[in-house]
């Protein structure tokens, strides 16, 4: 099946049918979004679920708060449009239980996205459409609520520490000494993921990672937002060219009546926690709205920065040989320049592809192949977005794909043609949303139409 109609499969928002269960239980490594989307799926297939995490994940207060399985926590994160829908089938009432207990659906006409400091249109889209905007503790906190409101699924504090493997195929996992038996494992345990170790440990061999540096970083602070502003949310992304140094700036409106404004830069180019040093960046760096929040909102606690070296992604679907009843998820396959926001949606997408594995009578004395194969469709589609754009960073030294002169070529056409027709801005949206597969953007008919507006615009 071509990719963007396996996509297309992947990022359905109607209920899934067909679930039966196949294991007594299913252990889940790893309790943050891509775990507990794990989780919810496997709930359909096994008689228990249990999610092992090195936080106490039942034992967290009923405020949300970052906690320290997820350094990154305190920064910006965005949920696409994509992970709405997927959230809406897993989940059904979440998007209006949500903005009950506090998200933020931004009123129509007040959003803002600056692309090389110019204001550009949003893209088309249904008008009765909700966003759901909310701080990453806040969203976790109620997907988790949701996972363990479920009879069949509990969590235990443990720190992962390998896997048990009967011949060819997984038995259970170890955990602070402790082995758990276990019918079907999934590693959710993140960037740092050791499951290539682990592995390998047993006499298989590593996948191979692929990465690309990217030196990013950035800081994020927590401002009040009055009651009724002009601007609800803005975005600010300066690509690299004559006058212009390379930055992306978030605005977004969270829960208890805040803002939480993400600066960034790439290699040298580091905000740091210094409160007077963050304003001046807001008022020199970007567009006058980050500056006029930076300089008139108040200021809620610290700034917090982060640091990430590269875009990674494991090879898993290339073994040749692999553990049957094991699979990876979430960020322990892939994780991307997280400017981009793919980073919460991708892992829920991931989450359809193991429920399309399931559900599809998989012989598990072998590979889940499949789950793979589907995985690699959702890696892929993320990984073009971001690393197109980041191997325009000076930098950005590669890896570079094949054709990617021509793939620059075209993608700085076709941006030029989203800034002027509302057709090409709708369907650019929907790619880099995780609603269509990039392949989208090369339909013959499209992209003739693309080019020659963009070339127009050049």
Known sequence: MPAARRFAVLSASEAPRGQRVLFRRAVVLGGS???????????????????????????LPPEPAPRPGVPQGSQVHALLPSGINQLQRWFPGFLDEALAAGAVNPPPGTNRFYLDGELRDEPPGDPDAKALISSR??????????????????????????????????????????????????????????????????????????????????????????????????????????????????LTPIEGDRWTMLVSGYADDRPGRDPEEYRRRCLTDFPPDFGAVATTAELVGEVNTYHQADSRRREFHRLRRFPARLVA??????????????????????????????????DLSRPARSYFRDVKVVVDAAWQVSTTADLALPHVDGPYPKGYRAIRWASGLIFKASMRDHRVNQRLGQVTTLLAHPSALAEPRFLVR????????A
Request: one cysteine or more.
């Open 137 to 250: 503790p806040f969203l976790e906190a109620l997907i988790r609520r949701r996972v363990l409101g479920r009879a069949n699924v509990r969590t235990v504090r443990g720190r992962a520490e390998g896997l048990v493997l009967d011949r060819e195929t997984v038995a259970g996992v170890r955990y602070d000494g402790i082995e758990e038996a276990a019918d079907f494992v999934v590693d959710a345990t993140g960037r740092s993921s050791r499951l290539s170790e682990w592995i390998e440990a047993h006499g298989f061999a590593k996948p191979e990672m692929k990465r690309m540096g990217i030196r990013l970083n950035y800081a994020t602070a927590l401002f009040r937002r009055p009651a009724d502003p002009a601007v609800w949310t803005c975005i600010s992304i300066a690509n690299p060219g004559p006058g212009r140094v390379a930055r992306i700036a978030g």
């Open 450 to 457: 693309a080019l020659a507006i963009g070339a127009r615009a």
């Open 33 to 59: 979004i891509a775990g507990l989307m794990a989780a919810r799926v496997l709930s359909d297939h096994a008689e228990q679920v249990l999610i092992i995490d090195r936080d106490d994940l039942a034992g």
């Open 329 to 362: 998820a979430g960020d322990a396959v892939a994780s991307f320049n997280p400017v981009y926001g793919q980073g919460m949606t991708s892992a829920m997408l991931h989450a359809s592809a193991l429920s399309e594995y399931l559900r599809g009578e998989p």
